[in-house]
């Protein structure tokens, strides 16, 4: 049974690389979420770091964007502020455009300084050691979560597992009371003061 199913898993690879060899770089659209969904964008990405790292898709459902492919030009980006900016009054770091009531400031829409500052307040928690006293309650909460779901009827995914999860560990992780955890995500979604 094995040997069948490896067969089906090559096959399916072997397809999708030669899909991903066969379009033209000028049609290439790495942000399709078809590819995604069936994990077929491995050759994609492999082709545009090896011909055109740094890729303009310019037509797309988000409309244009530019994919950076490789290490040293993403870093070239994630740390020239000047030139490649994150901040939320420029857009933030979505592909989509959004209008400027929905572009909220954020530790992750932020450019240095500030970037900087948000970032020394919560990098001791996610250091390796404290993430490894972590990993066990992270694994069994995961678990429990998971393991609670109803069994062959509908639910909503993003209620019970992502907010859910979601904001357990950010109660564990900032030690904020338990109970009240489901108000982490009123928080997220006040409109920013201006």
């Not at 090559?10 to 659209?29: K, V």
């Not at 030009?73 to 979505?94: K, P, R």
């Amino acid at each position: 049974m094995h040997g069948t199913r490896d067969s089906a898993r090559e096959s399916a690879a072997q397809a999708a690389r030669d899909r991903a060899y066969s379009i033209p770089l000028d049609q290439f659209n790495p942000g399709d979420p078809e590819l995604f969904r069936t994990d077929t964008f491995w050759p994609y990405f492999e082709r545009l770091r090896r011909e055109d790292p740094i890729h303009y898709c310019k037509d797309s459902q988000f409309g244009p964007y530019w994919s950076i492919t490789k290490y040293s030009d993403i870093m070239n980006v994630e740390t020239n502020h000047q030139v490649f900016s994150s901040d939320a009054s420029f857009g933030g770091i979505t592909i989509r455009d959004a209008g400027t009531y929905f572009r909220r400031p954020s530790f992750i829409s932020m450019d240095q300084p500030k970037h900087g500052a948000q970032r020394k307040t919560v990098a001791p928690m996610f250091t390796p050691s404290h993430l490894d006293q972590l990993a066990g309650i992270i694994r069994q909460r995961a678990g429990e979560c998971l393991d609670s779901l109803p069994r062959d009827e509908t639910f909503d995914w993003v209620d019970r597992v992502s907010i859910e999860l979601t904001t357990q560990m950010l109660a564990t992780l900032f030690d904020f009371p338990w109970e009240e955890r489901r108000k982490l995500v009123r928080c997220r979604n006040l409109p920013a003061r201006r």
